[in-house]
């Protein structure tokens, strides 16, 4: 069974810290790109950074570019995004993804497997 399980969300304020973590099993960890996406009810899903586990390769959104920093454990099939200097408009419900195609983009429709999703709160 293939399973994405995302962890680590949570209350911080503005200028904190939280380091998310995305937890794959049921498929070859390196055959597949791994993106963060974020949500906002009423909002489009946004994407936020991605990851190519086999080499390393990242790209990320202009909006997190120099705050977040995404990582993998290839040991532990499992992704992390590391996200500093944290702004209320980070708030959102932040989902893990898994891309075969490893396109290293963020096309949503792409992406073959999703986690549940883990909150992510800002405050002020």
């Known amino acids: 069974e293939v399973q994405l399980v995302e962890s680590g969300g949570g209350l911080v304020q503005a200028g904190g810290s939280l380091r998310l973590s995305c937890a794959a099993s049921?498929?070859?960890?390196?055959?597949?790109?791994v993106a963060w996406f974020r949500q906002v009810p009423g909002k489009e899903r946004e994407g936020v950074s991605c990851?190519?586990?086999?080499?390393?390769?990242?790209y990320y959104a202009d909006s997190v570019k120099g705050r977040f920093t995404i990582s993998s454990d290839n040991a532990k099939n499992t992704v992390y995004l590391q996200m500093n200097s944290l702004k209320p408009e980070d708030t959102a419900v932040y989902y893990c993804?898994?891309?075969?195609?490893?396109?290293?983009?963020?096309?949503?429709?792409?992406?073959?497997?999703w986690g549940q999703g883990t909150q992510v709160t800002v405050s002020s």
């Open positions: 990851i190519t586990p086999s080499d390393g390769r990242t």
């Open positions: 993804a898994a891309d075969k195609d490893q396109t290293l983009d963020f096309f949503w429709l792409r992406y073959d497997y």
């Open positions: 049921g498929f070859t960890f390196d055959d597949y790109a």
